[in-house]
């Protein structure tokens, strides 16, 4: 099976995790056992799995034994109330269905499928039937699935009632509360050379100096006498922050001009000679800069929290129960 083909199934089968037409409850718990009661509706282990798989395999290159055991039991857990949501959500649809009509037009499903069609496959729509069937998918499931994932994402933008604008106070208070974030490091670009302490080492670096300073190419100095790894590259680290070297060696290269050869440092068993080819200082955006990613920002934690509280009103009045 070709790489194309697997991601296509990889897409149905994340699909299946969220089918809203359930068997009934005695008949899923002979086929595969139930996770959880959801009012009429079931949350099936099957489900589970299928929502888990990638984030358990990663938790296995992460995690080992005992700890292993307990962010499985999270992953797990998290997938189950998800679902639940997720089905509360389709369940209160329904009920303004049956109450006032709502409904999502077939127009908008058809496009969805069609995208489906023409970028996954070509434009291929028998080949596209095939990959359903060969996964046991029929075309009406298929379509069902992408209307519950359309149902969801709306049900949730509808149940946050709120502005899009945000008070400039907000805005103000945010910002100086996050002014690091907002905030470029000062950095140097540094060319160092490194020699091993020696008889004649201190000799040799002193003229390698000596040589810079009378316009000699410190990067073609590096290249020929230069004892570390960045020798080939002349001795270049690039841009470095203040965190990148010893304290000692941070403390000589941020006070280097561009174009300026510090003096020979002794330490750790090596003479090191640091030159600056430039500087960035360290600047702080304005409020205007940043203003629009802070709005989007409060507006979306806000449309969040909004939907949490919505989400926390359906599973009060829901009777749900973990098995």
Not at 34 to 48: G, R
Not at 114 to 119: A, P
Not at 153 to 165: E, L
Not at 194 to 210: A, F, L, N, S, T
């Amino acid at each position: 099976m070709n790489l194309f083909r697997r991601s296509v199934i990889a897409v149905l089968a994340a699909f299946a995790v969220f089918t809203a037409h359930l068997p009934t409850r005695g008949q899923e718990s002979v086929l595969e056992g139930i996770a959880a009661l959801v009012n009429d509706d079931v949350v099936t282990f099957s489900q589970v799995r299928m929502l888990v798989a990638a984030k358990e395999k990663a938790a296995a290159g992460q995690f080992q034994g005992a700890a292993l055991a307990e962010k499985i039991k999270e992953i797990r857990l998290d997938a189950v109330n998800d679902l639940i949501d997720r089905q509360l959500i389709l369940q209160e649809f329904k009920k303004m269905k049956e109450k006032n009509g709502a409904s999502i037009p077939e127009h908008v499903i058809d496009d969805r499928v069609d995208t489906i069609i023409r970028e996954q496959f070509g434009g291929d729509r028998a080949a596209f039937i095939r990959t359903l069937a060969a996964e046991g998918y029929t075309l009406d499931k298929f379509r069902q699935e992408q209307m519950d994932s359309v149902i969801v994402q709306a049900m949730r933008g509808q149940s946050v009632k709120m502005t899009n604008v945000v008070p400039e106070p907000k805005i103000d208070e945010v910002y100086h509360q996050n002014l690091e974030q907002y905030t470029s490091e000062e950095q140097v670009h540094l060319r160092m050379i490194v020699m091993k302490q020696g008889d004649d080492g201190r000799k040799i670096v002193d003229e390698i100096r000596q040589k810079v300073v009378g316009g000699a190419s410190f990067q073609d100095l590096a290249r020929l006498y230069s004892e570390d790894s960045n020798q080939q590259a002349g001795g270049d680290m690039g841009w470095i922050n203040r965190r990148y070297l010893t304290e000692s060696l941070s403390k000589v290269a941020f006070s280097l001009k561009p174009g300026e050869t510090s003096a020979v440092l002794e330490m750790s068993g090596n003479y090191y000679l640091l030159y600056c080819e430039a500087r960035k200082a360290q600047v702080t955006k304005s409020l205007a800069m940043v203003r629009e990613d802070i709005e989007k920002t409060i507006l979306q934690t806000e449309r969040q929290k909004a939907q949490q509280e919505w989400i926390a009103k359906l599973r009060k009045k829901a009777y749900i129960k973990l098995l």
